[in-house]
């Protein structure tokens, strides 16, 4: 990768990361997705106590599209299931298509469920966390939301099935709807500094916009 591009891509990398600290709370939220390495972190997190139960949201989205024999939520619950958490304290949700219904549809299978978690442990992929907050806080304002993902850095990130430029792509298609989605109400608006925005622009000038909308 030409120095250019990995020095403004580490920077857009940087910038989606929370760096909450972790404590115990209500519940572990997962967000599914085609890394399994989030399932298998989300289950580290429930085996060291972090959490009573873990939910596991994901139908089937732009990337995993025939990725697993079932949802994402499914696929995520078997990996979980294999490193000893146990079917007692996994609950699914099977049908969201995007971060928005992930919130909404777990929200509404709590609420079915009787649970009522004030704190929740997000867990999603590195480059996603800060979208996935501001987009929790817009569909369930009022909680206590800490935000983690596998301790995996950027230049360790891309394996097998994620490219350095599938890496790339995605995260600058999640800061581009980071800086628009507040205003179709999706998610809470996050400041965005300007060195990473121009960043943004640098990459997205070099070709890097298969994720874009439109």
Request: charged residues 20%; hydrophobic residues 40%; aromatic residues 12%.
């Amino acid at each position: 990768m030409p120095s250019n591009v990995h020095a403004l891509a580490t920077k857009v990398w940087n910038y989606h990361h929370l760096n909450h600290t972790l404590s115990p709370s209500d519940c572990i939220f997962v967000l599914g997705s085609n890394d399994i390495r989030v399932a298998e972190y989300a289950a580290k997190l429930f085996l060291e106590g972090y959490a009573p139960y873990i939910v596991f949201s994901g139908g089937e989205g732009e990337l995993t599209r025939g990725m697993f024999k079932g949802s994402e939520a499914e696929a995520f619950a078997e990996v979980a299931l294999d490193m000893g958490v146990p079917q007692g304290a996994i609950l699914l949700e099977p049908q969201s298509t995007n971060t928005g219904e992930n919130v909404q549809f777990t929200r509404a299978l709590l609420e079915m469920k009787g649970l009522e978690p004030e704190s929740f442990i997000i867990v999603q992929k590195p480059f996603m966390e800060r979208r996935a907050y501001a987009t929790f806080q817009q569909n369930w304002p009022g909680k206590k939301v800490t935000v983690t993902s596998p301790p995996i850095g950027f230049d360790e990130y891309p394996n097998e099935t994620l490219s350095y430029s599938d890496v790339i792509n995605v995260m600058l298609g999640d800061l581009q709807r980071i800086k628009v989605y507040p205003s179709y109400g999706y998610s809470v608006e996050q400041d965005i500094p300007d060195e990473v925005w121009q960043a943004y622009k640098k990459l997205v000038e070099l070709g890097f916009k298969e994720h874009l909308l439109t």
